[in-house]
């Protein structure tokens, strides 16, 4: 079993920052892949942003440019730059492994609020 505590959410004016953090603990396997994903009311969880344990990233076209992906073994971050009242969102850390199958963790999730 994994755990992922995610930390670093809060309200900002739209074009400031925040950093994201994720931590991982139990039993997480030196090859997974890690994302973050967001939920607004009435919408569907979509992804925000992945990376490989091998350090291979992934975005979101809506937010290529502005956010940034980064981990070490067992904690990931997202750094929001320039961000908008669309980022408004819950934000979820997402661990994906496999071993005889596939295991999908998912956090607990932190607020994001982007007011205009």
């Known amino acids: 079993q994994v755990q992922l505590v995610e930390s670093g959410g809060g309200l900002v004016q739209a074009g400031e920052s925040l950093r994201l953090s994720c931590a991982a603990s139990?039993?997480?396997?030196?090859?997974?892949?890690m994302g973050w994903y967001r939920q607004s009311p009435g919408k569907q969880r979509e992804l925000v942003a992945t990376i490989s344990s091998g350090g291979s990233a992934n975005y979101a076209d809506s937010v290529k440019g502005r956010f940034a992906i980064s981990r070490d073994r067992v904690t990931m971050y997202l750094q929001m730059n320039s961000l908008k009242p669309d980022d408004t969102a819950v934000y979820y850390c997402?661990?994906?492994?496999?071993?005889?199958?596939?295991?999908?963790?998912w956090g607990q999730g932190t607020q994001v609020t982007v007011s205009s």
């Open positions: 139990g039993r997480v396997f030196s090859a997974n892949v």
């Open positions: 997402n661990l994906q492994q496999y071993g005889q199958r596939k295991y999908d963790f």
